[in-house]
């Protein structure tokens, strides 16, 4: 089995709608470079207290961090489903991010997925063991006290 090398298709989005795409986007390749540890912390920390996204939010997020970047067009899976996941979490939701493995052949990939569906993937995951997923973290006592103290106000 050979990853896709080719480019998905993208939309243009109207300048309005790119900035938060393109955000997303440079903050995942900061966060491509930390050690898998350390970048589990990170995004399960990042979906703190966002509700769970629906097929439709993780899509959307997804498309457009393609529309913005030609790396996360192509070949770079791991930029893509950290952008797609921050993204989604910068409009209020988190789907689940998943990293596996396929060890015949050996293959690595990254994707989010809702429900333990795989998101806007064209190729099939059947084969893939998650090795790291990193779903919506519960909200804290404190952010709960937080929150009910400033709809009081």
Do not use: Q
Not at 12 to 27: E, G, H, K
Not at 47 to 62: F, I
Not at 112 to 136: T, Y
């Amino acid at each position: 089995m050979t990853l896709p090398m080719t480019l998905e298709p993208r939309a243009r989005l109207p300048l309005r709608r790119r900035p938060l795409p393109m955000l997303a986007v440079v903050a995942s390749r900061l966060l491509t470079r930390l050690s898998p540890h350390t970048l589990e912390r990170v995004l399960w920390r990042a979906s703190g207290g966002a509700r769970p996204a629906t097929h439709a939010e993780a899509l959307a997020a997804r498309s457009d961090v393609v529309s913005v970047s030609r790396r996360a067009a192509g070949p770079y899976c791991l930029e893509r489903s950290i952008a797609a996941a921050l993204l989604a979490r910068m409009r209020g939701s988190w789907p689940d991010w998943v990293s596996g493995v396929s060890l015949m052949p050996f293959a690595a990939h990254a994707w989010i997925e809702v429900e333990g569906r795989a998101v806007g993937e064209s190729m099939r995951l059947d084969a893939f063991h998650k090795n790291i997923v990193v779903s919506r973290a519960p909200r804290t006592e404190r952010s709960r006290r937080r929150d009910e103290h400033t709809s009081e106000s």
